[in-house]
């Protein structure tokens, strides 16, 4: 269940593109206020062109709004220069991408311990933590398979393994079923609703209902602003 405690606090975040003669491209973000309780599961919706994966790429520090503050874990990151913002990204941020972005040269356990080879883990903790959270997602007898010798969500689940490896505040997926069938995308959620009852706080970014109907809570974007926000 969410605490009381927020892990995202956003106030104000505008995302501005400029044209080269200073006036505006897009608004891709026009003011969102939007705070996340930590061990929330929450869905951010929109049509194509609504700013959910702008929002995304500021939420996961990948990109620095142009106006307002964004707060991460107490961090205020929106002050951040390039190098801080980077090392937020690796401890508090787990991502997961559609397209599960694991190095076809590595073994599944490789890709898993790939977040702490950056951040110095010794490489004996490294193995032993890659092989927990290999188990935890039900791949614990495929650690020297490669990428091309597991099946979709077979992959979907070893990128979900890597993004948890660093013990993250929050876990950030984008359409994280899109590449999956129907069967297997249930499987995967089945696998993100068990993340949410061990008290992760995470965040999609999907235009499917289904999935966001698995989720405590919806926001929908329209026009870089929040259409509506409704607990389920």
């Known amino acids: 269940m969410p605490s009381d405690e927020s892990v995202v606090k956003l106030d104000g975040i505008k995302r501005i593109y400029y044209k080269p003669d200073g006036s505006v491209l897009v608004a891709a973000l026009a003011g969102i206020d939007l705070t996340v309780p930590s061990g929330q599961s929450l869905a951010i919706m929109g049509s ?48 997961i991408f559609q397209s599960f972005n694991l190095i076809p040269q590595l073994t599944i356990a490789e890709n898993v311990e790939v977040p702490l080879f950056y951040q110095n883990v010794h490489p004996n903790e490294r193995a032993e933590r890659a092989e927990q959270l290999l188990v935890k997602v039900g791949l614990e007898d495929r650690l020297g398979h490669r990428p091309n010798e597991l099946s979709g969500g077979q992959q979907q689940r070893a990128a979900i393994a890597r993004a948890l490896v660093t013990a993250p505040s929050i876990l950030l997926a984008d359409e994280p079923t899109g590449n999956l069938d129907s069967k297997t995308s249930s499987e995967v959620l089945t696998l993100f609703d068990e993340l949410h009852d061990d008290g992760l706080t995470t965040l999609l970014v999907t235009h499917d209902d289904y999935v966001g109907s698995r989720c405590q809570r919806v926001v929908r974007l329209s026009d870089g602003l929040i259409e509506s926000d409704t607990l389920s």
């Open 48 to 95: 194509s062109g609504s700013g959910k994966s702008t929002l995304m790429n500021v939420l996961g520090c990948l990109d620095q709004p142009t106006e307002g503050s964004y707060t991460l874990g107490g961090i205020d990151v929106s002050l951040l220069d390039d190098e801080a913002l980077s090392k937020v990204r690796g401890t508090h941020i787990g991502f």
